[in-house]
């Protein structure tokens, strides 16, 4: 297998409804992207994309076919991924793979969505459905319900008075939106205060509106090219050396380990497994925190904090930049977005940058050299993770 | 790269509406493919899955999580490919690759569909969004129109007369329903006469009811295997020695080659030259018979007839078992049936039991050695080829 780097990154800004379609916002980023790269869209060999709800948000399905054709990179083979929120990380994951392997040598990868167009209370009901189709949203649950379910789960697992984890999940959305004001690309850029998370309304008990990411509209894109042709074209080459991806059923057949997603410990272990680094090697971590309960369970899946202690981290500042792991200094789903299908590249995009030392001072890890990326679709469904190091 | 085999299939009876789910569809097929590889459930490393309409006609997105949990193949990574009506050779391109560059040694393909379930009515409507969701299906177009221009297009390009042009579809049709006839797994199994075609009521001139698939329930699985992992567990491995696609977008970008689709003859041809093969090799495929007049375009883009022949070709028996290559001995999409993620790997299903010589023998094409698959995506947005070879 060859090495495989990322050399090139593009970001639309991530927002609420917009005028663009899926295929136009996909063409700013990725274009961005090819330039960025010293590459022209005739030089893409094969496109990547993860999109979820094209179909519903915009009438646009195989939405990929016209984004290659519409950047002119024609008559390229081009796959669509759907794994709900971890779409685009599994299009990475198998760009990877064509990469390594010698098929390509230079692929676009990336997601587009536009869930915010949708509006939040269809997006969430449509959305409902990337749980289990059987016996979970036709009971009438929505992943804002599942997601409280958990966070009581957690509670009562670790021991945690409610109050006390409600505490602990305000530290999360406060350090994100802290973030996100200084990421130009972010969809929300405000200052939000402990007290405010603590009194926005509650939308599923013990959830409150700050507790949970928007849907967003946006895209993102990456150009991975292996080693010999990367170092041919960029000086700072960053290298993907872990993958890993796992999938749960209904969460009636997660209930073992609940609240702790066994798909993540298995997809995160794979990741670290083929990188050969531990969670302690790790600078910055990307996570899906697309309610803030599911940051505190990814950060202890991953290994970066025990388990039922990932809450007091926050709030001692372990989580953040200068602490044991930087955690989301994009201002993660919270405060940067969520556009479904473009949220993994949109990981990528921020933690190339990190590296590159070419984000704003104001949340900049500095000297960084191991990055990681996680992300959850549905109730555990999907999950992958990426690992990727500074090739320079 | 190592050689890669298929070394079990299985497939449910195509069929109208199910009241079985996709998650349970699938599982009958897999299972079947399972059992016949001589392996468990949990000997499967990783799921290709293609499933397109799963939101819209059930309700589940991600379905391909559920799909492993409920076979018994727990956590397993779990990809879902959407490229229209090409899903699942997408799928299965994919996992070849996997396990090609030896990632995997065992994984499972396939796809599922509930076309039927949804009523052709809301099902053509829906899938129009396969189309360019700008400039073509907002203009009331769908798919059936779609083939119709295309139609009209052939017969001028190629000086056809119309009801000549209805005479050479018509004969796609009867030779599919007479194979489909003897094919227990195919949807629609009844003799058309020639004169029964051309009285069907008229969809969108000159396309009439017999030349089109029906929408149709079913789910169909292949299991691929490295081949010293295939040759331990059968004697009869099939391999992949050849995969192709290509993309395209509206039918505006395509003006200068319709009725011709580019796509798919730079897709065939990645296919041929991977397998060394040429088309005067192949003695069976199994193409992309949405509409008869995809199978004239489908047959002279991958090389089997002339440009502008393949209608005489058909009507000579050319096409047919005993002519210069047989087409569609399964009954086609038309016949056989159309459940749009599940095709591709029906395909495969067909060619790897006409390989083994344990179809009907009405329909089975003797001593066949080399044989190939074409499943087109929407109006030609995806085209893949896979092209395999008796092992044995």
Request: glycine share 10%; proline share 4%.
């Amino acid at each position: 297998m060859r090495k495989v780097a990322v050399i090139g990154v593009g970001q639309t800004r991530f927002s609420g409804p917009q005028d663009k379609t899926g295929v136009e916002l996909f063409a700013e980023s990725s274009l961005d992207a090819i330039t960025l790269s010293n590459l022209t869209p005739k030089d893409i060999q094969a496109l990547f994309l993860g999109n979820v709800l094209g179909d519903f948000s915009e009438g646009q399905g195989m939405v990929q076919a016209f984004a290659a054709d519409n950047i002119g990179a024609f008559n390229i083979p081009a796959n669509k991924y759907d794994g709900a929120c971890a779409s685009s990380s599994m299009a990475l994951r198998d760009a990877f793979t064509w990469v390594a392997t010698g098929v390509y040598d230079i692929v676009l990868a990336g997601g587009v969505e536009r869930a915010a167009t949708m509006g939040t209370p269809l997006a969430t009901r449509t959305f409902a459905m990337f749980s289990d189709s059987r016996y979970e949203y036709p009971c009438g649950i929505t992943f804002p319900g599942v997601f409280a379910l958990l966070a009581h789960l957690y509670a009562k697992k670790y021991d945690i008075p409610l109050e006390k984890l409600k505490e602990q999940m305000a530290a999360v959305s406060v350090q994100s939106y802290r973030h996100g004001l200084h990421n130009p690309k972010a969809h929300l850029r405000k200052e939000v205060t402990m007290e405010k998370v603590l009194s926005s309304f509650m939308i599923s008990t013990p959830i409150q509106l700050h507790d949970a990411c928007p849907f967003s509209d946006g895209a993102a894109a990456v150009i991975l090219a292996d080693e010999e042709t990367a170092r041919k074209l960029t000086d700072k080459p960053v290298f993907i050396t872990g993958t890993g991806q796992a999938s749960s059923g209904p969460l009636s057949s997660q209930q073992d380990s609940l609240p702790r997603l066994k798909a993540r410990e298995i997809s995160a272990k794979m990741a670290y497994d083929m990188a050969g680094l531990t969670p302690a090697d790790i600078d910055i971590c990307e996570l899906h925190d697309c309610f803030s309960i599911a940051s505190l369970i990814a950060a202890e899946g991953m290994g970066f904090f025990e388990f039922g202690q990932s809450g007091q981290a926050w709030l001692d500042g372990q989580a953040d930049i200068g602490g044991k792991i930087a955690i989301n200094p994009s201002g993660g789903l919270k405060s940067k977005g969520h556009p479904i299908g473009a949220t993994g590249a949109a990981q990528v995009y921020e933690l190339v940058k990190q590296l590159r030392e070419e984000v704003e001072p104001e949340r900049q890890v500095d000297g960084a050299r191991n990055v990681m990326t996680d992300t959850l679709g549905g109730d555990g469904g999907t999950i992958c993770n990426l690992i990727l190091q500074r090739g320079w």
